[in-house]
């Protein structure tokens, strides 16, 4: 890599964490899903932790659930012979920081399992998305 695009990719980590901080600053009020939310997140995440390679979630379900704030769902299509995904996320979430944390924790089991082939478990392979995680002001 040159000096000036370390520079554009060192600008470009900046200006999506200053997003992300900005729209995540707000730690009192309740968030809601929205699909809209979750495409627009997952362009966002996909670009900053994946190099987009990500392709999206299948399908993706807003659906209550107990015991976790969200889940990545491998299913087997037995017309198409085919796995696919489903994203599952809370109806709302005590903040939007919330909300963006747990979407891209799921994304990170989509990328084990479509990319790299791997069980999806929480492993060194997930863990080792957590020092991405915080640049972007993100917990894992
Ligand atoms: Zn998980």
Not at 19 to 47: C, G, M, P, Q, V
Not at 56 to 63: E, G, H, Q
Not at 124 to 138: A, D, E, I, T
Request: proline share 2%.
């Amino acid at each position: 890599m040159t000096k000036k695009e370390e520079k554009i990719k060192k600008e470009k980590i900046i200006k999506i964490k200053k997003r992300i901080l900005k729209e995540s600053a707000n730690t009192k009020e309740n968030y809601k899903t929205t699909f809209k939310d979750i495409k627009k997140y997952f362009k966002i995440f996909n670009k900053a932790l994946f190099k987009d390679s990500l392709n999206p979630f299948n399908d993706i379900k807003i659906r209550k659930m107990n015991g976790c704030w969200g889940q990545c769902v491998e299913d087997y299509s037995l017309r198409k012979g085919t796995k696919f995904f489903c994203l599952e996320m809370q109806p709302s979430y005590h903040n939007k920081k919330e909300f963006l944390q747990t979407l891209a924790h799921e994304m990170i089991h989509l990328w084990q399992q479509t990319i790299k082939k791997d069980s999806g478990n929480h492993n060194s392979l997930f863990y080792s998305f957590r020092p991405k995680f915080k640049k972007y002001g993100l917990h894992l």
